[in-house]
């Protein structure tokens, strides 16, 4: 119904920036949100930012005046732009979206997950 292709991630010094986009495809006629989430080893998924359908944002503590999440509505896609990374900040990216589909002609809610991106930041 509605699939995410992520682009953006790789290796970066730190101190050195990295700009993530989440392309969502389907026939989407409303989005709630946009989610970034982050996953290291043996740790938990994080929230990493949010931006509403009416354009609100959301930060982690840990990423506030670091990360910038946007939007460009009319191509449903969103992204983060990371800067002044540390190592911490490696992990795997993942966007989520979260809105309403149109299949067979009739409208269906979503949540659709990326594939994931793999964030790298080396000291």
């Known amino acids: 119904q509605v699939t995410l292709m992520e682009s953006g991630g790789g290796l970066v010094q730190s101190g050195g920036s990295l700009r993530l986009s989440c392309a969502a495809s389907?026939?989407?006629?409303?989005?709630?949100?946009m989610d970034w989430y982050r996953q290291a080893p043996g740790k938990q998924r994080e929230l990493v930012a949010t931006i509403t359908g009416g354009g609100s944002t959301n930060y982690a503590d840990s990423v506030k005046g670091r990360f910038t999440i946007s939007r460009e509505n009319a191509k449903n896609t969103f992204f983060l732009q990371m800067n002044s990374l540390n190592p911490s900040d490696t992990a795997i990216y993942l966007c989520?979206?979260?809105?309403?589909?149109?299949?067979?002609?009739?409208?269906?809610?979503?949540?659709?997950w990326g594939q994931g991106t793999q964030v790298t930041v080396s000291s």
């Open positions: 389907g026939r989407i006629i409303r989005i709630y949100a």
């Open positions: 989520n979206v979260r809105g309403t589909v149109v299949v067979d002609e009739r409208a269906h809610d979503f949540n659709s």
